[in-house]
Protein backbone atom coordinates (compact mmCIF):
# COMPACT_ATOMS: atom_id res chain seq x y z
CA UNK A 1 0.00 0.00 0.00
CA UNK A 2 1.08 3.35 -0.99
CA UNK A 3 2.31 5.94 2.06
CA UNK A 4 2.12 9.87 1.70
CA UNK A 5 4.71 12.13 1.99
CA UNK A 6 5.51 14.89 5.17
CA UNK A 7 3.58 17.29 3.79
CA UNK A 8 0.62 15.28 2.53
CA UNK A 9 0.47 13.83 6.15
CA UNK A 10 0.25 17.50 7.78
CA UNK A 11 -2.60 18.42 5.06
CA UNK A 12 -4.29 15.14 5.70
CA UNK A 13 -4.62 15.22 9.50
CA UNK A 14 -5.68 18.66 9.27
CA UNK A 15 -8.66 17.92 6.78
CA UNK A 16 -9.59 14.50 7.79
CA UNK A 17 -13.28 14.04 8.88
CA UNK A 18 -13.38 17.94 8.14
CA UNK A 19 -15.81 17.63 5.24
CA UNK A 20 -18.66 16.51 7.26
CA UNK A 21 -18.85 19.39 9.66
CA UNK A 22 -21.89 20.65 7.35
CA UNK A 23 -24.82 18.66 6.63
CA UNK A 24 -24.52 16.82 3.25
CA UNK A 25 -27.49 17.82 0.62
CA UNK A 26 -30.07 14.55 -0.47
CA UNK A 27 -28.67 14.84 -4.11
CA UNK A 28 -24.55 14.01 -2.58
CA UNK A 29 -25.35 11.03 -0.17
CA UNK A 30 -27.54 9.69 -3.46
CA UNK A 31 -24.27 10.11 -5.26
CA UNK A 32 -22.03 8.77 -2.60
CA UNK A 33 -24.18 5.52 -2.32
CA UNK A 34 -24.12 4.96 -6.31
CA UNK A 35 -20.42 4.85 -6.01
CA UNK A 36 -20.45 2.49 -3.49
CA UNK A 37 -22.76 0.25 -5.15
CA UNK A 38 -20.37 0.61 -7.95
CA UNK A 39 -17.61 -0.67 -5.92
CA UNK A 40 -19.56 -3.27 -4.93
CA UNK A 41 -20.93 -4.69 -8.14
CA UNK A 42 -16.99 -3.39 -10.07
CA UNK A 43 -14.49 -4.48 -7.52
CA UNK A 44 -16.14 -6.84 -4.84
CA UNK A 45 -18.63 -9.12 -5.74
CA UNK A 46 -16.63 -10.04 -9.57
CA UNK A 47 -13.43 -11.05 -7.48
CA UNK A 48 -15.06 -13.27 -4.75
CA UNK A 49 -16.64 -11.40 -1.51
CA UNK A 50 -19.94 -13.36 -1.25
CA UNK A 51 -20.45 -12.81 2.45
CA UNK A 52 -23.76 -11.08 2.96
CA UNK A 53 -22.82 -9.00 6.08
CA UNK A 54 -19.83 -8.13 4.53
CA UNK A 55 -21.52 -7.07 0.79
CA UNK A 56 -24.22 -4.74 2.84
CA UNK A 57 -21.30 -3.11 5.26
CA UNK A 58 -19.38 -2.07 2.04
CA UNK A 59 -22.68 -0.53 0.79
CA UNK A 60 -23.66 1.27 3.66
CA UNK A 61 -20.56 2.46 5.22
CA UNK A 62 -19.49 5.91 3.67
CA UNK A 63 -15.66 5.42 3.07
CA UNK A 64 -15.79 9.33 1.75
CA UNK A 65 -16.02 10.24 5.43
CA UNK A 66 -12.57 8.38 6.32
CA UNK A 67 -10.61 9.79 4.09
CA UNK A 68 -8.84 13.45 3.68
CA UNK A 69 -10.94 16.01 1.89
CA UNK A 70 -8.66 16.82 -0.91
CA UNK A 71 -8.78 12.89 -1.72
CA UNK A 72 -13.04 12.34 -1.78
CA UNK A 73 -13.09 12.45 -5.25
CA UNK A 74 -11.18 9.20 -5.33
CA UNK A 75 -12.92 7.51 -2.09
CA UNK A 76 -14.44 4.59 -3.51
CA UNK A 77 -11.89 4.05 -6.01
CA UNK A 78 -10.36 0.75 -4.78
CA UNK A 79 -6.94 1.75 -4.29
CA UNK A 80 -5.38 2.63 -0.77
CA UNK A 81 -5.09 6.28 0.14
CA UNK A 82 -3.04 8.35 2.53
CA UNK A 83 -4.42 9.63 5.70
CA UNK A 84 -1.76 11.07 6.89
CA UNK A 85 1.95 10.03 9.25
CA UNK A 86 2.80 7.55 6.51
CA UNK A 87 -0.55 5.58 7.00
CA UNK A 88 -3.02 4.50 4.44
CA UNK A 89 -6.56 3.35 4.54
CA UNK A 90 -6.84 0.61 3.11
CA UNK A 91 -7.94 -0.93 -0.57
CA UNK A 92 -11.56 -1.62 -0.54
CA UNK A 93 -11.08 -5.11 -1.68
CA UNK A 94 -8.90 -5.87 0.82
CA UNK A 95 -10.98 -4.41 3.86
CA UNK A 96 -13.83 -6.59 2.26
CA UNK A 97 -11.46 -9.67 1.78
CA UNK A 98 -10.26 -9.21 5.37
CA UNK A 99 -13.88 -8.90 6.92
CA UNK A 100 -14.61 -12.00 4.65
CA UNK A 101 -12.23 -13.85 6.13
CA UNK A 102 -13.02 -13.48 9.47
CA UNK A 103 -16.89 -14.64 8.98
CA UNK A 104 -18.53 -12.26 10.58
CA UNK A 105 -21.70 -12.09 12.28
CA UNK A 106 -24.04 -10.57 14.97
CA UNK A 107 -22.05 -10.26 18.18
CA UNK A 108 -18.75 -11.63 17.46
CA UNK A 109 -16.02 -10.00 19.50
CA UNK A 110 -13.74 -8.36 16.41
CA UNK A 111 -10.26 -7.13 17.45
CA UNK A 112 -8.40 -4.42 14.73
CA UNK A 113 -4.72 -3.82 15.21
CA UNK A 114 -4.19 -0.30 13.45
CA UNK A 115 -7.58 2.11 13.40
CA UNK A 116 -6.28 4.10 10.96
CA UNK A 117 -8.86 6.37 10.00
CA UNK A 118 -11.55 4.03 11.64
CA UNK A 119 -13.01 2.98 8.20
CA UNK A 120 -12.41 -1.48 8.56
CA UNK A 121 -13.09 -0.65 12.39
CA UNK A 122 -16.91 0.68 10.94
CA UNK A 123 -16.95 -2.04 8.62
CA UNK A 124 -16.69 -5.04 10.98
CA UNK A 125 -19.00 -3.18 13.39
CA UNK A 126 -22.09 -2.68 10.05
CA UNK A 127 -21.64 -6.10 9.88
CA UNK A 128 -22.64 -6.92 13.28
CA UNK A 129 -19.37 -7.41 15.32
CA UNK A 130 -18.45 -6.04 18.46
CA UNK A 131 -15.04 -3.65 17.90
CA UNK A 132 -12.28 -3.24 19.85
CA UNK A 133 -9.58 -1.19 18.10
CA UNK A 134 -5.93 -0.30 18.76
CA UNK A 135 -3.59 3.04 17.07
CA UNK A 136 -0.28 3.47 17.44
CA UNK A 137 -0.44 7.09 16.52
CA UNK A 138 -2.37 9.18 19.42
CA UNK A 139 -3.43 11.87 16.79
CA UNK A 140 -5.17 8.84 14.57
CA UNK A 141 -6.79 7.67 17.75
CA UNK A 142 -8.27 10.41 18.69
CA UNK A 143 -9.40 11.24 15.21
CA UNK A 144 -10.92 8.10 14.87
CA UNK A 145 -12.97 7.91 17.72
CA UNK A 146 -14.27 11.28 16.89
CA UNK A 147 -15.25 10.47 13.50
CA UNK A 148 -16.80 6.64 14.31
CA UNK A 149 -19.40 8.51 17.17
CA UNK A 150 -20.16 10.98 14.81
CA UNK A 151 -21.06 8.55 12.44
CA UNK A 152 -22.92 5.67 14.62
CA UNK A 153 -20.13 3.84 15.72
CA UNK A 154 -19.55 4.91 18.93
CA UNK A 155 -20.06 1.69 20.44
CA UNK A 156 -16.55 0.64 18.69
CA UNK A 157 -13.64 1.22 21.58
CA UNK A 158 -10.82 2.63 20.44
CA UNK A 159 -7.24 2.36 22.41
CA UNK A 160 -3.94 4.92 21.93
CA UNK A 161 -1.47 1.74 22.18
CA UNK A 162 1.26 -0.78 21.03
CA UNK A 163 -1.12 -3.39 18.92
CA UNK A 164 1.25 -6.14 19.40
CA UNK A 165 0.07 -6.53 22.98
CA UNK A 166 -3.54 -7.10 21.95
CA UNK A 167 -6.02 -5.92 24.15
CA UNK A 168 -5.49 -8.60 26.56
CA UNK A 169 -8.39 -7.51 29.83
CA UNK A 170 -11.05 -7.36 26.25
CA UNK A 171 -9.57 -10.87 25.07
CA UNK A 172 -10.54 -13.53 24.19
CA UNK A 173 -11.78 -12.47 20.35
CA UNK A 174 -13.38 -13.90 17.62
CA UNK A 175 -11.84 -12.37 15.06
CA UNK A 176 -8.63 -10.34 15.01
CA UNK A 177 -7.72 -8.66 11.96
CA UNK A 178 -3.73 -6.62 11.73
CA UNK A 179 -4.21 -3.77 8.99
CA UNK A 180 -0.38 -3.47 9.27
CA UNK A 181 2.41 -6.16 8.24
CA UNK A 182 5.16 -7.74 10.65
CA UNK A 183 7.34 -10.38 9.43
CA UNK A 184 5.93 -12.93 12.04
CA UNK A 185 2.51 -12.72 13.85
CA UNK A 186 2.65 -11.17 17.40
CA UNK A 187 1.74 -13.96 19.77
CA UNK A 188 0.09 -12.25 22.29
CA UNK A 189 -2.36 -11.68 19.61
CA UNK A 190 -2.63 -15.51 18.67
CA UNK A 191 -2.79 -15.99 22.64
CA UNK A 192 -6.01 -13.76 22.41
CA UNK A 193 -7.80 -15.73 19.93
CA UNK A 194 -10.39 -17.64 21.10
CA UNK A 195 -10.91 -21.14 19.78
CA UNK A 196 -12.80 -21.24 16.72
CA UNK A 197 -11.48 -17.95 16.73
CA UNK A 198 -9.98 -16.77 13.08
CA UNK A 199 -6.72 -13.62 12.63
CA UNK A 200 -6.02 -12.60 9.60
CA UNK A 201 -2.90 -10.44 8.79
CA UNK A 202 -0.25 -9.15 6.38
CA UNK A 203 2.81 -11.23 6.91
CA UNK A 204 6.68 -10.89 5.37
CA UNK A 205 9.06 -8.40 4.82
CA UNK A 206 8.03 -5.11 5.71
CA UNK A 207 10.25 -3.28 3.00
CA UNK A 208 8.14 -5.66 -0.08
CA UNK A 209 5.41 -7.46 -0.48
CA UNK A 210 3.85 -9.33 2.11
CA UNK A 211 1.16 -12.30 2.34
CA UNK A 212 -2.39 -11.90 3.29
CA UNK A 213 -2.63 -14.75 6.17
CA UNK A 214 -5.66 -16.57 7.90
CA UNK A 215 -5.14 -18.50 11.02
CA UNK A 216 -7.67 -20.23 12.80
CA UNK A 217 -7.66 -21.80 16.07
CA UNK A 218 -9.26 -25.37 16.48
CA UNK A 219 -11.74 -25.93 19.59
CA UNK A 220 -8.39 -27.59 21.34
CA UNK A 221 -5.80 -24.43 20.59
CA UNK A 222 -4.55 -25.65 17.72
CA UNK A 223 -3.35 -23.11 15.11
CA UNK A 224 -3.68 -23.48 11.46
CA UNK A 225 -2.38 -21.61 8.94
CA UNK A 226 -3.14 -20.29 4.93
CA UNK A 227 -1.95 -17.75 3.02
CA UNK A 228 -4.54 -15.91 0.74
CA UNK A 229 -3.14 -13.56 -1.86
CA UNK A 230 -0.01 -11.06 -2.15
CA UNK A 231 -0.40 -8.02 -0.31
CA UNK A 232 1.61 -4.38 0.53
CA UNK A 233 1.13 -2.70 4.02
CA UNK A 234 2.19 -0.08 6.25
CA UNK A 235 4.75 -1.61 8.60
CA UNK A 236 3.27 -2.55 12.26
CA UNK A 237 5.12 -0.11 14.47
CA UNK A 238 5.86 -1.07 17.91
CA UNK A 239 5.92 1.16 21.34
CA UNK A 240 3.39 4.53 21.19
CA UNK A 241 3.40 7.72 19.10
Request: positive net charge.
Amino acid sequence: MTRGGAGAAVLALATLGAASLSAQRPADEARWREQREALVARWLEPFGITDTATLRAMRTVPRHEFVPRSLRARAYDDAPLPIGLDQTISQPYVVALMTQLVRPRAGMRALEVGTGSGYQAAVLAEAGCRVWTIEIFAALATQARARLERLGYGAVAVRHGDGYLGWPEAAPFDAILVTAAADSIPPALLAQLAPGGRLVMPVGDVNAAQELVLVEKDERGALRERRVLPVRFVPLLRGIR
